[in-house]
């Protein structure tokens, strides 16, 4: 387990500056999930909206974003849902650091 302190009682983190390459790792390890370059793209994608805009990026702002990517085929809600089988909001936006989302539309 990963320093309970910096996460509230959903396993999400309460300061999003805190969040390392070992907090996601460690997230990770508690589902489990290897986390491969795959997840990785995505994770990093996260982090930098999050720190373009302070906000927690919805689905459909990755989706856009990795669409763009021409090393990556088929990117769609059941791309994102095969890595992160728990969902974007409750698994990938928790491995990423982010706070936890207020909204359900961060899975539409």
């Not at 990093?44 to 989706?63: A, S």
């Not at 728990?86 to 990423?96: E, L, V």
Request: hydrophobic share 35%; charged share 30%; with cysteine.
């Amino acid at each position: 387990m990963y320093k309970k302190d910096i996460r509230d009682a959903s396993g999400f983190i309460k300061d999003t500056t805190m969040w390392s390459n070992d907090f996601a790792k460690n997230v990770a390890d508690e589902y489990p999930l290897e986390l491969t370059d795959k997840h990785w793209k995505i994770i990093i994608l996260i982090r930098q909206l999050f720190d373009e805009t302070q906000r927690v990026p919805e689905l459909r702002t990755i989706i856009k974003n990795l669409r763009t990517d021409n090393t990556i085929d088929g990117v769609d809600r059941k791309y994102i849902y095969k890595l992160f089988p728990y969902g974007y909001g409750q698994q990938a936006c928790k491995i990423a650091g982010m706070r936890e989302p207020k909204k359900l539309w961060l899975d539409l």
